[in-house]
């Protein structure tokens, strides 16, 4: 009696199993040709990100190269004595215009002036001497030859058998002492013009011990320093005065190794110093070796100051002209850097989806920075940007400039 709920149950089972797992097999298979297909899941819905984008559009700027730095003299010249003696003179005190050929400090001469009359009364008496040693070379040359006569003549008469060997030894002898006194007569009159020649040497650097004795500007200027004191001992290299040189002044700036070939000599350049003022030059100088430690390029401009209203040392900021370019004006913040670390924006791009572009800085200025890189005509995003990838789709929400 037991077997039987067992029995049933076991058959219940199998029932159950051929029903749930293995009914597939039990019904018809289905026509190709009339079964319908399945319908396809719906794709889910890309996220759409709103963002705030600027409609650009590029216009033609000056591309000019932004280089900070500072004001120079065009010389600075530090004059020291070249001889020793006393100042003589009034000092003049910095800031005084000087010309080329001041005189800003003049040493007392002492002895000076004696030992130049001296050497001019040697060098005189050297001269007269250069007449009398002319006239014994003269005389000697003229005895020389009167004995290379005799001596020919008694020749000429031991072969006819008329002069005898005595004679002949003579006039050979005769000969040879009127060569020597030639030889002594040029010696002497070497010597009398190398005479000469010592005493103009001892006369010009007496002149030039002299000249010494005044330190004059070497060029239009102003002082720098004050002049010695008058009565103050000057040694040789001790300092009269320090003069620098204004007009046309210097502005120098350096440009790194990404701007320089975009310098060229002789270009324009405007300057803005410190007080605001706005002056003019012309590059005159691009080093062509960089700094060792900077790796940037030394750059000169040359400004007129006639009216000296341009100081040394002043900081300026240095802009110089280069060829121009189309470029946009946009914030500052809208520049982001894309994975690889480039520099660029990200704007609207076809079927309104996000795509960067690497840029340029050209020039930063208090509205903006100016960039190139991007068409002429480009939807910015500037609010937003970093949260988006290249193909994300945007929804964009235009501002004004200056919003």
Request: hydrophobic letters at 45%; aromatic letters at 2%; one cysteine or more.
């Amino acid at each position: 009696m037991r077997l039987l709920p067992v029995l049933i149950a076991l058959v219940v089972s199998a029932l159950v199993y051929v029903v749930v797992f293995e009914h597939h097999r039990f019904l018809p298979a289905p026509d190709p040709q009339t079964a319908e297909p399945l319908p396809e899941t719906a794709p889910e819905a890309e996220a759409i990100m709103r963002v705030v984008a600027l409609h650009s559009q590029a216009r033609e700027v000056d591309s000019a190269v932004v280089v900070r730095g500072r004001s120079e003299a065009d010389r600075i010249v530090e004059l020291r004595a070249e001889t020793s003696g006393l100042v003589i003179n009034e000092p003049l005190r910095k800031g005084h215009m000087v010309s080329q050929g001041d005189i800003l400090c003049r040493l007392d001469p002492a002895a000076r002036e004696a030992a130049l009359a001296e050497a001019q009364a040697r060098l005189s008496e050297a001269q007269t001497r250069i007449p009398e040693a002319e006239a014994r070379a003269n005389e000697a040359r003229a005895q020389l030859e009167e004995a290379e006569i005799n001596a020919n003549a008694a020749e000429n008469l031991i072969e006819s058998g008329f002069a005898s060997q005595t004679r002949v030894a003579a006039t050979r002898a005769a000969v040879s002492s009127a060569q020597a006194a030639v030889q002594s007569a040029t010696s002497g009159l070497e010597a009398a013009r190398a005479g000469i020649e010592s005493a103009r040497a001892a006369v010009a650097a007496a002149e030039t011990e002299i000249n010494r004795l005044s330190i004059i500007a070497p060029f239009n200027g102003v002082l720098d320093t004050d002049t010695a004191e008058i009565g103050s001992l000057l040694q040789p290299g001790a300092l009269c005065a320090t003069v620098l040189q204004l007009d046309p002044i210097t502005m120098v700036g350096f440009v790194s190794e990404m701007q320089v070939a975009r310098v060229q000599m002789n270009a324009p350049a405007r300057i803005r110093m410190a007080s605001g003022r706005m002056v003019e030059g012309r590059v005159t100088f691009v080093a062509r070796s960089a700094d060792d430690v900077t790796r940037t390029f030394r750059v000169e401009v040359t400004v007129p100051n006639t009216d000296l209203s341009l100081r040394d040392g002043e900081p300026a900021e240095i802009l110089i002209g280069a060829a121009g370019k189309r470029a946009h004006l946009l914030p500052q913040s809208a520049l982001t850097l894309d994975d690889e670390g480039t520099l660029g924006l990200r704007i609207v791009g076809p079927e309104s989806r996000a795509q960067f572009i690497p840029v340029e800085l050209l020039r930063d200025t208090p509205s903006g920075v100016w960039i190139t890189g991007l068409p002429d005509s480009a939807d910015v995003i500037v609010i937003g940007q970093d949260y988006v990838t290249d193909g994300v789709p945007v929804d964009p929400v235009f501002q004004e400039l200056g919003q």
